[in-house]
T-cell receptor
Framework: GENVEQHPSTLSVQEGDSAVIKCTYSDSASNYFPWYKQELGKRPQLIIDIRSNVGEKKDQRIAVTLNKTAKHFSLHITETQPEDSAVYFCAATGNTPLVFGKGTRLSVIA | DTEVTQTPKHLVMGMTNKKSLKCEQHMGHRAMYWYKQKAKKPPELMFVYSYEKLSINESVPSRFSPECPNSSLLNLHLHALQPEDSALYLC???????????????FGPGTRLTVL
């Protein structure tokens, strides 16, 4: 079955700097890759996703890239703000339900 | 309505109690999910309903019993739980079938369950 590895597990950045979180997946049949943000005590919130027919997608300060050959995808957050502090989960799916990475705790220091 | 709602927000129960968690969505989604989330861990899939039929049971103990009365509602019946079952229980929903290629899952706010 699918296995998703996510790195780093924790990440601290200064406000205004960029943050990058990386994930790898194992199943070449996976074709949909969402990213969820979860603030403390709240629900996971879908912030961006990418499908296998696209290499990059951007939404304001957030971008996701996908390298199908290498089976990895990354989340890029530019001009980080304190409200970006949260746990971020990557996930992958193809013919099976979502498989999540273990999460990255991002802290943005003002 | 573009949200998944869950009740109650918090639940404390003893090991001999019977309780139910409820989830509702009015987005026309035909797949609904129950997840369990422990602190500092990703959501862990428990059950998937597709078109009101149970399509996936991830070897969940029988003390958890799901029910899907109609396409908008999902229940999770709890009986004889253990303290280690304390967790955040999340409901989610998505379009089409449970794992179609272009799926987007939307989560409810969760029920924080404590088993004493």
């Amino acid at each position: 079955g699918e296995n998703v590895e996510q790195h780093p597990s924790t990440l601290s950045v200064q406000e205004g700097d960029s943050a990058v979180i990386k994930c790898t997946y194992s199943d070449s049949a996976s074709n949909y890759f969402p990213w969820y943000k979860q603030e403390l005590g709240k629900r996971p919130q879908l912030i961006i996703d990418i499908r296998s027919n696209v290499g990059e997608k951007k939404d304001q300060r957030i971008a996701v890239t996908l390298n199908k050959t290498a089976k990895h995808f990354s989340l890029h957050i530019t001009e980080t703000q304190p409200e970006d502090s949260a746990v971020y989960f990557c996930a992958a799916t193809g013919n099976t339900p979502l498989v999540f990475g273990k999460g990255t705790r991002l802290s943005v220091i003002a | 309505d573009t949200e998944v709602t869950q009740t109650p927000k918090h639940l404390v129960m003893g090991m001999t109690n019977k309780k139910s968690l409820k989830c509702e969505q009015h987005m026309g989604h035909r797949a609904m999910y129950w997840y369990k989330q422990k602190a500092k861990k990703p959501p862990e899939l428990m059950f998937v309903y597709s078109y009101e039929k149970l399509s996936i049971n991830e070897s969940v103990p029988s003390r958890f019993s799901p029910e899907c009365p109609n396409s908008s509602l999902l229940n999770l019946h709890l009986h004889a739980l253990q303290p280690e079952d304390s967790a955040l229980y999340l409901c989610a929903s998505s379009h089409q079938s449970a794992w179609s290629t272009y799926n987007e899952q939307f989560f409810g706010p969760g029920t924080r369950l404590t088993v004493l």
